[in-house]
């Protein structure tokens, strides 16, 4: 792909903006593809990583967490509940908190992605819930892509090393791949001002993965393992500052079977898929009195589902998608109690469904111009049915300059989390069963210009508008948060982005983002100003770079006040055919050391959360 011009790197097919495969200049949205060079060229370590280097997204962590926000939206305390994270098509969006999880407790290694296709915008039409603010596809590479033994070896600073492996088979109308991998990082001291002290030795984390994946035919079947644990350095929801104990365990694991075949009478195709899915949360909190003990916050959901979905070339000019799917979370659980000596705080277990149908339509009006028209309904067991519609239009007014006009809809229900989470004491919360669906209404209007067969700029500006968002407040009579339907935000922007590609096999990507956002709370952690810049080159040989600079602006923090904006420069030398076998990256996060800090929520004493400096990496591979 490295050698491809721009211009057929423009014309690749995507999938997730509609479910079946169409040119990203003819998709009802301004998909983004990040590829398996892009991984390697910037020597991403995570999926935040990766997505933050997008245009309009932007990321916080709290040293538990990676966070992700779009076009300004992203409040303190939120989880990843309005973005719909996927592998290969497969919703992983667990049923407690409906989070992507987009740090190191996502549970694929980068290695095994072969793009990820970011769809932004409401994409409800499509794919039902937590569509809010976009779609993030993960597509993983095939066997053929990884034939053979592979392993690497990886280090850094702050006690960083992992290793992985991988095996991939292939046969007439067969394939097989495995792959595992381990890693752990002892984390630094962190000096916390509000404590006036450092936290020692409790920034740690460790994660095993696995991946399977065998197909034969149209039939194929795919297991995934993630389990991530990591270390709490801030004292968060009133524990003691540097007491060893306080940790957060996320494992997830999900099986699919799928099938996949052509429809020869209409030029379609048929997929399908089963899934089951297992994920468990386990939160270790050390108490105040007795000064010490350990309260245990122990989240367990159990969730299968299907899915089918028939694409039809039904003319020249005429192409349809009709699908439904369904999702059973028969075994939810949620439960609160101190360890030693035993006190139950919580124990609450829950069961729900949901179910969508949706069709989606593309039409050749005339020569150029596309209409692009779906809509879906979803029933959810705890707000009921509700409609959402996509219309697009895209056209191309001459060659090489393309317009498009969207409006669409979303909607998120409320989670089990916010609906029946539970601990009426102080310091706890009061559920909320009686929750709605929050809703946005999105227009944007795009224009492309394909400057050259290596370049293209692409113009967006976007009007957002959200209403009954699921805010976290202070009870007005026991003075305890709890969740209500009581947001209302506005958000409106531009966005202009310039990509190039450069005969050496060198790619440029640059963008700036300005956005506003008003409504209460909304306007906190919201950036007024994001730029990225994206640059690889070969250099000599085997070798290679990239850099990579990302600027956000000051964003406003709970209680007043607010962070200040900050610039970052990563970069990465890697090679390509370094040896017969062996390729070595070598690469540094942060490489003038800036400090900055990431706004926190109210679970936090202090403020906003310093994030890393300057931290240098290895990573060796090798391929037999």
């Known amino acids: ?35 398996s060079d892009d991984i390697r060229a910037y020597g991403w370590r995570t999926l935040a990583d990766a997505l933050r280097s997008i245009r309009g997204l932007y990321t916080s962590n709290d040293r538990s967490y990676s966070y992700l926000g779009a076009r300004g939206f992203l409040r303190p305390g939120d989880l990843n509940t309005r973005f719909l994270l996927q592998i290969d098509g497969t919703r992983l969006n667990d049923p407690v908190f409906d989070q992507a999880q987009v740090g190191a407790e996502f549970p694929l290694d980068l290695d095994l992605v072969e793009r990820i296709e970011f769809v932004p915008g409401p994409g409800s039409s499509v794919y039902g819930a937590n569509a809010f603010f976009g779609v993030i596809n993960v597509i993983t590479r095939r066997a053929p892509d990884l034939e053979g ?69 149209a039939w194929s079947l795919a297991l995934i393992h993630g389990a991530r644990t990591k270390g709490m350095p801030t004292a968060s929801y009133g524990q003691p500052f540097n007491v060893p104990g306080a940790q957060t365990l996320d ?67 005429h192409k349809l998608v009709v699908g439904a799917d369904y999702q059973y979370n028969h075994d939810v659980v949620q439960q609160n109690f101190d360890i030693d000596p035993y006190a139950s705080y919580l124990d609450d277990r829950s069961s729900g ?50 317009i498009k006009a969207i409006y669409g809809s979303a909607f998120r229900a409320p989670n089990s989390y916010e609906l029946f989470y539970g601990i009426d004491t102080q310091g706890g919360q ?132 607010e962070t200040g904006g900050f610039t970052l420069a990563n970069l990465n030398f890697y090679s390509i055919g370094l040896t017969r076998h062996l390729d070595l990256a070598l690469g540094v996060q942060n490489l003038f050391d800036h400090r900055y800090a990431d706004p926190a929520s109210l679970g936090f004493l202090q403020r906003s959360i310093e994030q890393d400096g300057r931290r240098a990496y290895f990573k060796l591979k090798a391929a037999y």
Do not use: C
Not at 479 to 501: C, D, Q, T
């Open 1 to 35: 792909m490295t050698t491809l011009p721009l211009e057929q790197l423009m014309s690749m097919e995507v999938y997730s903006a509609s479910r079946f495969n169409q040119k990203a200049s003819q998709a009802p949205s301004n998909v983004t593809i990040l590829t």
């Open 149 to 217: 033994t592979r392993a690497a070896l990886e280090g850094g600073q702050a006690g960083t090393r992992g290793a992985s492996a991988s095996y991939g088979w292939r046969g007439r109308d067969a394939e097989l791949l495995l792959a595992a991998s381990r890693g752990l990082s002892s984390g630094r001291d962190l000096y916390i001002p509000e404590f006036d002290g450092s936290a020692q030795g409790l920034d740690w984390e460790r994660f095993t993965r696995f991946y399977a994946r065998g197909q034969a035919g």
């Open 251 to 317: 494992r997830l694991q999900l099986v699919e079977a799928g099938y996949h075949n052509t429809v020869l009478p209409l030029s379609g195709e048929v997929t399908g898929r089963l899934y089951h899915g297992d994920y468990k949360y386990q939160g270790r909190f050390v108490n105040q009195v007795p000064f010490g003990s350990i309260n245990l916050d122990h989240t367990r959901a159990r969730w299968w589902g299907a899915d089918v979905s028939l694409y039809l070339q039904v003319a020249p000019a």
């Open 353 to 402: 469904k949901r179910i969508g149908v949706y069709v989606q339509d593309e039409i050749t009006l005339a020569q150029g111009i596309l209409l692009n028209a779906g809509v879906r309904y979803d029933r959810e067991s705890s707000t009921g049915g509700v409609f959402n519609p996509r219309l697009a239009l895209i056209a191309e007014l001459v060659p090489g300059t393309t």
């Open 430 to 561: 009061l559920a909320n069963p009686d929750l709605g669906r929050e809703r946005i209404r999105s227009h944007e209007f795009s224009l492309v210009r394909q400057l050259n067969a290596n370049a293209r700029a692409t113009l967006t500006a976007y009007a957002n508008q959200a209403s009954s968002l699921i805010t976290e407040v202070e009870d007005e009579e026991l003075g305890v948060p709890i969740f209500r339907n009581f947001g209302k935000a506005r958000a409106r922007g531009l966005e202009a982005e310039y990509e190039r590609s450069f005969r050496n096999g060198g790619r440029l990507r640059a963008s700036v983002a300005r956005q506003k956002v008003s409504g209460g709370d909304a306007e906190l952690n919201s950036p007024r100003w994001l730029a990225k810049l994206n640059l690889s080159s070969r250099l000599s040989g085997a070798w290679h770079t990239g850099v990579e600079l990302q600027y956000v602006s000051a964003r406003r923090l709970i209680g007043g006040g």
